[in-house]
């Protein structure tokens, strides 16, 4: 039901939403621009590791933001440093926020640098659902350099978690960043090739051992133990991490450490970061390792501890 518009008018008046929504046009602006470069910062400096995440989206999740707005925030903020001109477009209203969001992976892409104008004067007239699909298409082909098929999906809560964490695979092993549908092509590939599981099959080393040797290299079948004792998860007691895990040392390369399973712990960004800094104790051996804080305390959700399998690492 409508209200009459006099009666708006008096609402207006009366407790000067209106005046305070105008005033607080800018000062919106304002602040989104400063946030934007502030996410864009802990985005470069990788930050979030620091913080327990494994993308910004996530430090803005645990920090009160919604994983999209701080995805947004580090767009725009990475667009602004490419761009400073945008500023006064964003912060007089000529383009909004969320458009320049939409658009900052073309304003950002080395083969539109030519065109940024036009994609520009299309943030600020067009709407954002045509924006985006626009958006979509062309960096899609720019990819491709071929048309592409738009396919839509649903899936489940559940399937996205589970493309998430295969995509996070696949990427690890391509070794270079894939799109959605790239992923999807690159994982329906590897099941008709019989690879379904992705996981290297256990075989027999190529690489001597690395014992003497000063070699760098971790040789596959070690990388292949050493995630199979955890079932591809951070070896730390009660993480549950999978995605973008890493090699530890044990014993130091430097110092003589081996790239042996027996010297190397998957580790989690967020506790690889803490054990490098010292933060994080390792004791014991590779296989039954014992973790402890910088103080000397086991951390909770060892072996035999009751409780304290909670979520992750903030050890
Ligand atoms: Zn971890």
Redesign the pocket.
Do not use: D, E, S
């Given at each position: 039901m409508a209200i009459p518009k006099n009666q708006v008018d008096r609402a207006w008046r009366e407790d000067g939403a209106h005046e305070a929504i105008l005033a607080g046009r800018r000062e919106k602006r304002t602040l989104e621009v400063r946030l934007a470069r502030q996410f864009l910062a802990v985005e470069r400096s990788a930050h979030f590791v620091y913080e327990s995440c494994v993308s910004v989206a996530e430090y803005g999740a645990r920090f009160g933001y919604s994983p999209q707005e701080a995805k947004a925030l580090a767009s725009v903020g990475a667009v602004l440093e490419a761009m400073p001109d945008l500023e006064a477009a964003l912060l007089d209203g000529r383009l909004t926020f969320d458009a320049v969001d939409v658009v900052s992976k073309i304003l950002l892409h080395p083969a539109f640098t030519g065109v940024r104008g036009n994609w520009l004067k299309l943030a600020e007239g067009g709407d954002l659902r045509s924006l985006r699909t626009a958006v979509r298409k062309a960096l899609a082909e720019e990819e491709a350099k071929q048309a592409l098929v738009p396919k839509t999906i649903y899936m489940t809560p559940e399937g996205e978690q589970t493309f998430f964490e295969a995509r996070c695979k696949a990427i690890r092993f391509v070794g270079h960043s894939m799109s959605e549908g790239e992923t999807v092509e690159f994982l329906s590939q590897k099941w008709l090739d019989g690879d379904g599981d992705g996981e290297p099959k256990p075989g027999k080393r190529r690489l001597p051992p690395t014992k003497a040797g000063d070699s760098r290299y971790v040789p596959a079948e070690v990388k292949r133990q050493v995630r199979a004792r955890t079932h591809g998860k951070?070896?730390?007691w009660g993480?549950?991490?999978r995605a973008f895990?890493q090699l530890a040392h044990l014993f130091p390369h430097q110092d003589g450490g081996n790239q042996e399973a027996e010297n190397t712990a998957l580790?989690?960004?967020?506790?690889?970061a803490l054990y490098d800094k010292g933060l994080l104790i390792i004791e014991g051996t590779a296989e039954n390792p014992i973790f402890k804080d910088v103080k000397g305390n086991l951390l909770p959700g060892g072996p035999g501890s009751t409780g304290g399998t909670g979520p992750?690492?903030d050890g």
């Open positions: 951070c070896a730390v993480c549950w991490r895990t580790l989690c960004p967020r506790h690889h992750p690492g």
